[in-house]
């Protein structure tokens, strides 16, 4: 597999420090409010990147992590009238209800920065030893000239960022371009923590390298995260990691495109932007998913109404094949795959061969998904006057191991059918068998208006729910 890694701007073998096993930290949201639709596209797009690995053999272990000490997250509290930690827990429990419904599996560990300042404090005095940082009234501050190889990973220049820097009022910084790792507290509702060099708080850059450390290693082989992070919050991971560990901090850093509306970028600072919840209340957390996996992930994609409802039309198509499948399974013919269907069989190969290029090439997954589109159209051509169980079967097993790696398609299956229903159903064949079609046609409607489809195949009566 290859990929686009930031810090050599080329695309590259993905070689793991250790074979078969992979290591992923993929930066995670800072707990004041609901994710916007922006945030949720790293949450997708790596998530796919781990179950991608997965199928591919590998042992990858992911970390994700929640920022739960930060400005927002004290201003949040203040303008509730609760505490800082009664925030963050909220959000967090919101924050699982949205990407269960994004089909996004829980991460191997979800590390809080308020579980870990120890390793935080333990960090920073180890900077401080080396020579790197320095402590000003409380506040510690990195001393950013120190790290010769700083600008690296963005492509900044140093004297460019020197020209553009200030130092804030109140900051006792010795360099306008050194930057916090620990933060004096200043008020008495700031929540803060004893430390070596008085109360306070981590700064934002070293709590990742500080969890990164204590959940992976040293060294990691993939650090992902949106684009807005690469500077200065990955540049800054980096230069701290790397003068703590004395070892490179990560082999390879992946980062996805903005999402934006009407071309301009998504941001909570502009308003322009839809959190995951209200964008929920008319589309399905998978209608979502698929929009965020229908671009590759290094492409900017524009919000749009036009976009969700192609999203939900193109989901519909996945869903219909799937059903038709598992109504084929239960209901088709018994005994061998026909000629006819062993041959379209024998061709499911060549879509995954084609599912399998798109995503080694980069994790594109729009290229994967038109590899997935192709599977289905070979599967409705021959199913179209029926199928045999066998071949229903290995048609359904082969969509869902490309869909389970998409994370679509993931809504449990409930086969059985209510009663009521069933009595309506079986009202209607028995009208049907005496050519009442009146009040066969009359049942159909009834049942229509209810969300229920019934679909005449040669096998029976296939019950379809609108979803």
Same mark, same amino acid.
């Given at each position: 597999?290859?990929?686009?890694? $930031?810090?050599?701007?080329?695309?590259?073998?993905?070689?793991?420090?250790? +074979?078969?096993?992979?290591?992923?930290?993929?930066?995670?949201? $800072?707990?004041?409010?609901?994710?916007?639709?922006?945030?949720?596209?790293?949450?997708?797009?790596?998530?796919?990147?781990? =179950?991608?690995?997965?199928?591919?053999?590998?042992?990858?272990?992911?970390?994700?992590?929640?920022?739960?000490?930060?400005?927002?997250?004290?201003?949040?509290?203040?303008?509730?009238?609760?505490?800082?930690?009664?925030?963050? +827990?909220?959000?967090?429990?919101?924050?699982? $209800?949205?990407?269960?419904?994004?089909n996004v599996r829980k991460a191997d560990a979800h590390p809080r920065v308020s579980e870990?300042?120890?390793?935080?404090?333990?960090?920073?005095?180890?900077?401080?030893?080396?020579?790197?940082?320095?402590?000003? @009234?409380?506040?510690?501050?990195?001393?950013?000239?120190?790290?010769?190889?700083?600008?690296?990973?963005?492509?900044?220049?140093?004297?460019?960022?020197?020209?553009?820097?200030?130092?804030?009022?109140?900051?006792? #910084? #010795?360099?306008?371009?050194?930057?916090?790792?620990?933060?004096?507290?200043?008020? @008495?509702?700031?929540?803060?923590?004893?430390?070596?060099?008085?109360?306070?708080?981590?700064?934002?850059?070293?709590?990742?390298?500080?969890?990164?450390?204590?959940?992976?290693?040293?060294?990691?082989?993939?650090?992902?995260?949106?684009?807005?992070?690469?500077?200065?919050?990955?540049?800054?991971?980096?230069?701290?990691?790397?003068?703590?560990?004395?070892?490179?901090?990560?082999?390879?850093?992946?980062?996805?495109?903005?999402? $934006?509306?009407?071309?301009? =970028?998504?941001?909570?600072?502009?308003?322009?932007?839809?959190?995951?919840?209200?964008?929920?209340k008319e589309y399905s957390g998978e209608e979502i998913r698929f929009f965020l996996l229908s671009g590759q992930y290094r492409s900017p994609i524009d919000f749009?109404?036009?976009?969700?409802?192609?999203?939900?039309?193109?989901? +519909?198509?996945?869903?219909?094949?799937?059903?038709?499948?598992?109504?084929?399974?239960?209901?088709?013919?018994?005994?061998?795959?026909?000629?006819? +269907?062993?041959?379209?069989?024998?061709?499911?190969?060549?879509?995954?061969?084609?599912?399998?290029?798109?995503?080694?090439?980069?994790?594109?997954?729009?290229?994967?998904?038109?590899?997935?589109?192709?599977?289905?159209?070979?599967?409705?051509?021959?199913?179209?006057?029926?199928?045999?169980?066998?071949?229903?079967?290995?048609?359904?097993?082969?969509?869902?191991?490309?869909?389970?790696?998409?994370?679509?398609?993931?809504?449990?299956?409930?086969?059985?059918?209510?009663?009521?229903?069933?009595?309506?159903?079986?009202?209607?064949?028995?009208?049907?068998?005496?050519?009442?079609?009146?009040?066969?046609?009359?049942?159909?409607?009834?049942? #229509?208006?209810?969300?229920?489809?019934?679909?005449?195949?040669?096998?029976?009566?296939?019950?379809?729910?609108?979803?």
């Open positions: 597999m290859k990929v686009y890694n $930031t810090l050599t701007r080329r695309k590259e073998e993905l070689v793991p420090i250790r +074979e078969g096993e992979i290591s992923m930290y993929v930066c995670g949201p $800072t707990v004041y409010n609901f994710f916007h639709i922006g945030n949720a596209r790293p949450l997708v797009v790596f998530d796919t990147m781990r =179950k991608y690995l997965e199928y591919r053999g590998y042992k990858v272990k992911y970390v994700q992590n929640f920022t739960d000490v930060d400005d927002k997250i004290i201003n949040r509290a203040r303008e509730e009238g609760c505490t800082a930690p009664e925030i963050a +827990e909220k959000y967090i429990r919101e924050y699982f $209800t949205d990407t269960k419904a994004l870990h300042i120890p390793d935080i404090i333990s960090f920073i005095q180890t900077l401080i030893d080396r020579g790197y940082a320095y402590e000003a @009234d409380g506040d510690v501050y990195f001393s950013t000239r120190k790290f010769p190889e700083y600008g690296k990973l963005s492509g900044q220049n140093i004297d460019d960022l020197e020209s553009g820097a200030r130092i804030a009022v109140g900051e006792v #910084k #010795k360099d306008p371009l050194d930057f916090a790792l620990w933060k004096a507290q200043k008020q @008495d509702d700031e929540i803060a923590w004893e430390s070596p060099w008085g109360m306070g708080r981590p700064g934002w850059h070293i709590e990742c390298s500080a969890m990164a450390k204590k959940h992976l290693g040293d060294t990691i082989d993939i650090h992902a995260g949106g684009q807005d992070l690469q500077f200065p919050h990955h540049e800054n991971e980096i230069a701290q990691s790397e003068c703590c560990n004395g070892a490179p901090f990560a082999h390879y850093w992946m980062h996805n495109a903005y999402i $934006t509306m009407d071309r301009q =970028k998504m941001s909570k600072s502009k308003g322009n932007f839809f959190t995951v919840r209200d964008i929920r749009s109404e036009e976009l969700m409802k192609q999203a939900r039309a193109s989901l +519909e198509r996945m869903r219909n094949c799937k059903e038709n499948l598992i109504f084929l399974r239960e209901n088709g013919s018994a005994g061998e795959m026909t000629p006819e +269907e062993k041959k379209t069989a024998e061709g499911f190969d060549e879509y995954r061969q084609k599912f399998i290029r798109a995503m080694d090439d980069d994790l594109n997954t729009a290229d994967g998904i038109s590899a997935v589109f192709e599977l289905i159209t070979a599967i409705n051509t021959q199913i179209a006057g029926g199928a045999t169980v066998a071949f229903a079967g290995k048609a359904l097993e082969t969509l869902m191991e490309f869909c389970d790696i998409l994370g679509l398609l993931q809504e449990e299956e409930d086969e059985s059918v209510d009663p009521e229903i069933q009595k309506l159903v079986d009202e209607r064949q028995a009208a049907r068998k005496a050519k009442d079609f009146a009040r066969a046609d009359a049942i159909r409607d009834e049942l #229509k208006a209810r969300g229920i489809t019934l679909k005449d195949t040669p096998q029976g009566v296939q019950i379809i729910r609108e979803s």
